[in-house]
C-alpha cells in the first residue's frame, strides 16, 4: 500500500516529464523538418579547404547544396526521410565542375558531385530513453535564440577496400568530424501551431579526401565549412541554377524519399557503386 501511495504521489510528475521530453522532441523536429509531412528544404553554401601537416591550407572548392527530407510518425516515434545533395564548384568563377585540377597531383579528374539517397535519420525512442531527449540532441539557448547542435565522430571499416581501390582510399577506416546546427528564435518555436519553423543552419565537416580526388594514402584531410537556412517555399526557392542541374543530372532528388531505406548513402559507398555498375555494363 504505501508503494503505491508514493507512486500516486509522484504519478504527476512523471506524466510532466515524459510530455516535456515529447515536447521537446517535437520542437526538434519542427525545427529539422515538418510535423505535417511535407518535404523540407535546407540550402547552403560555403567553402572547402585543405588541411595537410606542416603545408599551408589551400581553398580547393566553393560548395553548394541542400537537403530534402520529409518526417513519418511510426509506432515508435519519429523518422525523418532525406536525400543529400552537393555541388563542387570551382572557387574563382563560381562554376559547376565537370573536372578539376588536383593541385597536388596535378592530374585533371572527373569530379564526382555528392548525391547522397538516402540521408535518413531515427528519432525512435521508448519510454527508458524518452526522458534522457536533451542528451541526445542537445541545445542551448543564446539570448533570444535556441542552438540545436551536435558533435558526431564516425569511425567504421571503410566501405572501399584498399587492395581494390589504392588510389581512392587513404586507409582501412573512414575517420571524420562533423559539428552540426540548428538556430532558431525561441519565439518561433513558441508557436506550437506550426508544423515547421524557420532556422538557420551551420555544419563544419572534417573529411578524408573524397574518391574522385584520386589521393591514395596522402597525408591531409579536407574540411568543410557551411551555412544556409531553411526554405519557407520549399524546393521552388532553391536558385535557378542549382534546380536546372539537379532536373538534368538527378530529376528523382526533386523530392524527398517514398521509403525508409538502410544503409545511408555516402561518397564512398557512391563511388563504389558507380564503380560496380561500370563493371557489369563491360
Given at each position: 500500500?504505501?508503494?503505491?501511495?508514493?507512486?500516486?504521489l509522484?504519478l504527476p510528475?512523471?506524466?510532466?516529464?515524459?510530455?516535456a521530453?515529447?515536447?521537446?522532441?517535437?520542437?526538434?523536429?519542427r525545427v529539422?523538418?515538418?510535423?505535417?509531412?511535407?518535404?523540407t528544404?535546407?540550402?547552403?553554401?560555403?567553402?572547402v579547404?585543405?588541411l595537410?601537416p606542416?603545408?599551408?591550407?589551400?581553398?580547393?572548392?566553393?560548395?553548394?547544396g541542400c537537403t530534402i527530407s520529409?518526417?513519418?510518425?511510426?509506432e515508435?516515434?519519429?523518422?525523418?526521410l532525406?536525400?543529400?545533395?552537393?555541388?563542387?564548384?570551382d572557387h574563382?568563377?563560381?562554376?559547376?565542375?565537370?573536372?578539376w585540377?588536383?593541385?597536388?597531383t596535378?592530374?585533371?579528374?572527373?569530379?564526382?558531385?555528392?548525391?547522397?539517397?538516402?540521408a535518413?535519420?531515427?528519432?525512435?525512442?521508448?519510454a527508458?530513453?524518452?526522458p534522457?531527449?536533451r542528451q541526445?540532441l542537445?541545445?542551448?539557448?543564446i539570448?533570444?535564440s535556441?542552438?540545436?547542435?551536435?558533435?558526431?565522430?564516425?569511425?567504421?571499416?571503410?566501405?572501399?577496400s584498399?587492395?581494390?581501390?589504392?588510389?581512392?582510399?587513404?586507409?582501412?577506416?573512414?575517420?571524420s568530424?562533423?559539428?552540426?546546427e540548428?538556430?532558431?528564435?525561441?519565439?518561433d518555436?513558441?508557436?506550437?501551431?506550426?508544423g515547421?519553423?524557420?532556422?538557420e543552419f551551420?555544419?563544419?565537416w572534417?573529411s578524408?579526401w573524397?574518391?574522385?580526388m584520386?589521393?591514395?594514402?596522402?597525408?591531409?584531410?579536407m574540411?568543410?565549412?557551411?551555412?544556409?537556412?531553411?526554405?519557407?517555399?520549399?524546393?521552388?526557392?532553391?536558385p535557378?541554377?542549382?534546380r536546372?542541374?539537379i532536373s538534368?543530372?538527378?530529376?528523382?532528388f526533386?523530392?524527398?524519399?517514398?521509403?525508409?531505406v538502410e544503409?545511408?548513402m555516402?561518397?564512398?559507398?557512391?563511388?563504389?557503386?558507380?564503380?560496380?555498375?561500370?563493371?557489369?555494363r563491360?
Open positions: 500500500m504505501r508503494k503505491l501511495c508514493i507512486l500516486l509522484f510528475l512523471l506524466l510532466s516529464a515524459g510530455e521530453a515529447e515536447s521537446y522532441l517535437k520542437d526538434y523536429l529539422v523538418g515538418d510535423l505535417s509531412g511535407a518535404d528544404v535546407f540550402h547552403f553554401s560555403g567553402k579547404y585543405s595537410v606542416n603545408e599551408k591550407s589551400m581553398e580547393l572548392f566553393d560548395y553548394e520529409r518526417i513519418d510518425s511510426t515508435a516515434g519519429y523518422r525523418l532525406g536525400k543529400e545533395i552537393g555541388l563542387f564548384l574563382r568563377t563560381g562554376e559547376i565542375l565537370r573536372t585540377k588536383n593541385p597536388f596535378l592530374q585533371i579528374v572527373p569530379v564526382i558531385h555528392v548525391w547522397n539517397d538516402p535518413n535519420q531515427r528519432f525512435e525512442y521508448d527508458n530513453t524518452l534522457y531527449i541526445f542537445p541545445s542551448t539557448e539570448g533570444e535556441v542552438v540545436y547542435h551536435s558533435e558526431l565522430f564516425p569511425f567504421y571499416p571503410h566501405v572501399l584498399r587492395r581494390l581501390f589504392g588510389d581512392q582510399v587513404q586507409g582501412d577506416y573512414l575517420q568530424a562533423e559539428l552540426r540548428y538556430r532558431v528564435k525561441q519565439a518555436l513558441a508557436n506550437t501551431q506550426s515547421s519553423v524557420p532556422a551551420s555544419y563544419i572534417i578524408p573524397l574518391p574522385f584520386k589521393m591514395g594514402d596522402r597525408e591531409g584531410q574540411l568543410f565549412v557551411l551555412r544556409g537556412s531553411k526554405l519557407e517555399k520549399g524546393y521552388e526557392a532553391l535557378q541554377h542549382f536546372e542541374y538534368i543530372h538527378k530529376a528523382d526533386e523530392h524527398s524519399p517514398r521509403e525508409y544503409p545511408n555516402n561518397p564512398w559507398s557512391y563511388f563504389r557503386d558507380l564503380e560496380t555498375d561500370a563493371i557489369q563491360r
